[in-house]
Nanobody, 121 residues
Framework: QVQVVESGGGLVQAGGSLRLSCAAS????????MGWYRQAPGKQRELVAA???????NYANSVKGRFTISRDNAKNTVYLQMNSLNAEDTAVYYC???????????????WGQGTQVTVSS
């Protein structure tokens, strides 16, 4: 079994910073892509940032220059450093990991339970 657990959400004032963490554990052979998505009330879930096992990253245009995704492959952990937060960043943030549990096996997308980020203006 595989678990993906986020931490680090909370309430912050506009202009402030938060750092999210996400750790994958359990039966893991390899992890390809890890990423962060968010869903605001009444809106669809959207990609915020993602990073491959090789370190290639991509970001939503709305967070470029403010958010930084990083990854510790040895710890199966991905981070999201969020700076210059504004009210539009308020959402539930979800971690996603594309995990293969055995050699030659399928790659499966796993999701965390989500962590709330609230930015007060």
């Amino acid at each position: 079994q595989v678990q993906v657990v986020e931490s680090g959400g909370g309430l912050v004032q506009a202009g402030g910073s938060l750092r999210l963490s996400c750790a994958a554990s359990g039966r893991i052979f390899s992890i390809n892509r890890m990423g962060w998505y968010r869903q605001a009330p009444g809106k669809q879930r959207e990609l915020v940032a993602a990073v491959t096992s090789g370190g290639n990253t991509n970001y939503a245009n709305s967070v470029k220059g403010r958010f930084t995704i990083s990854r510790d492959n040895a710890k199966n952990t991905v981070y999201l450093q969020m700076n210059s937060l504004n009210a539009e960043d308020t959402a539930v943030y979800y971690c996603n990991a594309a995990i293969k549990s055995q050699p030659g096996g399928w790659t499966v997308d796993y999701w965390g339970q989500g962590t709330q980020v609230t930015v007060s203006s």
